[in-house]
Nanobody, 122 residues
Framework: VQLQASGGGLVQPGGSLKLSCAASGLTLDYYALAWFRQTPGEEREGVSCISSRNGRTHYTDSVAGRFTITRDNAKNTWYLQMNNLKPEDTAVYYC????????????????WGQGTQVTVSS
């Protein structure tokens, strides 16, 4: 199983980025999918997750209303659209997948991407 995250970069405050995570070696239909982020010296933080069955989503409070998680099972890919980015969104973003129910608990995820750097700065 491999997860390949992409789409990070440098953006000014208020700008937008769209992250993608492409999976190989598993079929997304039965997996809950998520995005996490981590800054140096801090624990990995759950950002958003999406369920395997009905597309229900959940966001951490700091990104609710600005970020949107979506999935395209046909392409074995999921996304994180990030709008109105703030400097405090700067982090390495990781995608993750687990069978069953969605959660933002880091320790429940079985598969992880390599991370993509997002930097929000003027």
């Amino acid at each position: 199983v491999q997860l390949q995250a992409s789409g990070g970069g440098l953006v000014q405050p208020g700008g937008s980025l769209k992250l993608s995570c492409a999976a190989s070696g598993l079929t997304l239909d039965y997996y809950a999918l998520a995005w996490f982020r981590q800054t140096p010296g801090e624990e990995r933080e759950g950002v958003s997750c999406i369920s395997s069955r009905n597309g229900r989503t959940h966001y951490t409070d700091s990104v609710a209303g600005r970020f949107t998680i979506t999935r395209d099972n046909a392409k074995n890919t999921w996304y994180l659209q990030m709008n109105n980015l703030k400097p405090e969104d700067t982090a390495v973003y990781y995608c993750a997948a687990k069978p069953g129910t969605m959660t933002l608990n880091t320790y429940e995820y079985d598969y992880w991407g390599q991370g993509t750097q997002v930097t929000v700065s003027s």
